[in-house]
């Protein structure tokens, strides 16, 4: 038996608005959408909240902007005119079934990241043994040797630590809002062994409370687990003390052969690597762990970059209208070109050209604490970025 939608009567819906809010107006747009005009002066966020649950009941759901007075009636004459200023204007619209998702390809995709990030870190060992081998005939230092085996194992754990409890956080913190979304779908990928993970969000955001919480919960449990790994990484990574790195510089300039190659280091590597204490001063040989640890920051930054509908824009629109996160998405984007992630940023932009839907109630503002989240993601991107070439 098919389920046919029926919206309530005009008198009904408006008679359920006014249990919760101060209602001036109502009336069918030009789409026949059931539309309420409310005063500004009045709480939202709770209110808000209890009128969906009872338009839950019908299969509806509201949606609720700022909008001018004369915006809104623009088009119906037999209204009385009205004095420009601000109103709230609360729509009712039908409630949309997520589609289901099919576990199956969950798990396939599962399986091969597994197997792509297992043979990056097997990849990531071996290179680090080669190089170990290489000081070691040359320049008579002995390095540890990796077991590949171990090292992949070691350093899947720590991806899957960085780029999994991301993803499982925005879907737990979904989970605990009342958002509908789907398991992690992940994406094989190299040098890494994957380009990261997406989950499907299945029904809309509530409040600009949520659109934060959502945002902001995956970069920074990827944040918490890359500090873990880098501290693992600087401790087991060995350093080329100074008088060989002087060595091979010379090396180098007599014969034009390039013996190292220098990584673009984040800022927060930086700190935490003056931090670390080391029994000898030199240059660290790149771990595997260390190169988890590279890529962990580098998906911090990138996800709290405020652009579009990544997870630092979803934190950026919490605190910002259409037009001003519009703007700040465009900056964040040509700062992403000039850092040297020219694919990315123009992915980003093009993203960021559709805008951003926003919550239902867009209306209700967030508290301090929030406001000053979207500033801290902002600085962890500024610190975790690896600069691939200077910006200047």
Not at 88 to 100: A, N, T
Not at 128 to 139: D, G
Not at 279 to 305: D, K
């Amino acid at each position: 038996m098919v389920e046919i939608f029926t919206p309530l009567p005009l008198e009904d819906l408006w008679r359920i608005v006014a249990s919760e809010f101060r209602v001036t107006d109502g009336f069918l747009d030009a789409e026949g959408i059931p539309t309420f005009i409310l005063p500004p002066d009045q709480e939202t966020k709770e209110p808000f909240k209890r009128l969906l649950e009872k338009l839950d009941l019908y299969n509806l759901l509201a949606m609720m902007r700022y909008a001018s007075s004369e915006a809104v009636y623009t088009g119906y004459p037999t209204y009385p005119a009205k004095p420009s200023e601000k109103v709230i204007v609360l729509r009712i619209l039908p409630k949309e079934e997520g589609k289901p998702g099919n576990p199956i390809i969950n798990v396939l995709l599962l399986i091969v990241t597994t197997a792509t990030i297992v043979l990056a870190g097997y990849y990531q060992a071996e290179s680090f043994n080669n190089t170990s081998l290489f000081f070691l005939f040359f320049f008579n230092l002995p390095l540890p040797y990796e077991s590949p085996i171990v090292t992949a194992i070691y350093y899947t754990l720590a991806i899957y630590g960085i780029i999994g409890l991301h993803e499982m956080a925005h879907y737990l913190t979904a989970k605990m809002r009342g958002v509908e979304a789907s398991l992690p779908y992940f994406i094989p990928g190299w040098p890494f062994g994957t380009f990261g993970a997406v989950i499907m969000q299945k029904s809309p955001i509530t409040n600009r409370d949520e659109l934060f919480d959502l945002g902001f919960s995956g970069p920074i449990t990827s944040f918490i687990i890359t500090l873990i790994v880098a501290v693992v990484g600087i401790r087991m990574a060995p350093v080329i003390p100074w008088p060989i790195v002087i060595e091979i510089q010379n090396i180098q300039q007599s014969t034009g052969i390039q013996l190292l190659s220098p990584w673009p280091v984040p800022v927060l590597y930086m700190l935490l690597d003056n931090i670390i204490p080391k029994s000898v001063q030199g240059v660290e040989l790149l771990h595997p762990l260390t190169f988890a640890a590279w890529a962990g920051m580098l998906v911090v930054a990138l996800n709290f970059f405020p652009i579009g509908q990544l997870d630092g824009g979803h934190c950026a629109r919490a605190v910002l209208d259409t037009k001003k996160h519009f703007i700040v998405s465009m900056l964040s984007s040509i700062i992403m070109a000039l850092l040297g992630y020219l694919p990315m940023a123009l992915l980003a932009l093009l993203l960021s050209l559709r805008g951003h839907p926003g919550p239902l109630d867009d209306v209700s503002k967030v508290g301090v604490k929030r406001k000053i989240g979207v500033i801290a993601g902002i600085i962890l991107a500024a610190i975790c970025i690896p600069p691939l070439y200077p910006i200047f």
